[in-house]
């Protein structure tokens, strides 16, 4: 039996649930990376306010004179975040043929969607605190997000859906 074969029948075997939660585990992975990346290179922060700047949608700034208990809280808000965005995708990508059939594109177009909703919804409707718009840095993180959040989703979903498209549309 070929690797393709193999790759096809692995595919088949993919569960919606299986699907969202890959995808999402490679994009928190790789958003997570950029995130804390960013933080050190570009504001000089260590890695642990990364995730405790995302505690801090919650718990406003006291989320920075927490602890480890802000960095886990950080985590568990960005990977529920992560798996809700997979799941979005995925049942787009079910309902859309033309999502299926242009899959970087939906990912480019999907990244930059996350990055609008999150800059321009979620973080001003939460307790995060407030910081100057830079446009190098919103240019950095908004190519993050298309490349290492968006497009994962779209090829990992396109990747173990595609043999289980008739289930879902009829």
Do not use: C
Not at 98 to 124: C, D, E, K, Q
Not at 125 to 144: D, G, H, K, Y
């Amino acid at each position: 039996m070929s690797s393709n074969q193999t790759l096809t029948r692995d595919q088949a075997s993919w569960t919606p649930t299986k699907t969202i939660l890959w995808s999402s585990a490679v994009v928190v992975v790789t958003d997570g990376i950029a995130g804390i990346l960013y933080f050190l290179l570009l504001l000089k922060m260590g890695p642990a306010l990364f995730m405790q700047w995302i505690a801090s949608a919650i718990n406003g700034p006291t989320a920075f004179a927490a602890g480890t208990s802000t960095i886990v809280e950080g985590f568990i808000i960005h990977l529920i975040v992560t798996i809700i965005m997979g799941a979005v995708y995925y049942y787009a990508y079910k309902k859309s043929s033309l999502i299926r059939r242009n899959t970087i594109a939906s990912g480019i177009i999907y990244g930059l969607g996350i990055w609008l909703v999150m800059n321009l919804l979620v973080f001003p409707l939460s307790n995060v605190p407030p910081a100057p718009f830079v446009l190098f840095n919103a240019i950095v993180s908004i190519i993050w997000h298309i490349v290492l959040v968006g497009v994962p989703f779209a090829v990992i979903t396109n990747t173990h859906s595609k043999n289980s498209i008739n289930t879902y549309n009829n």
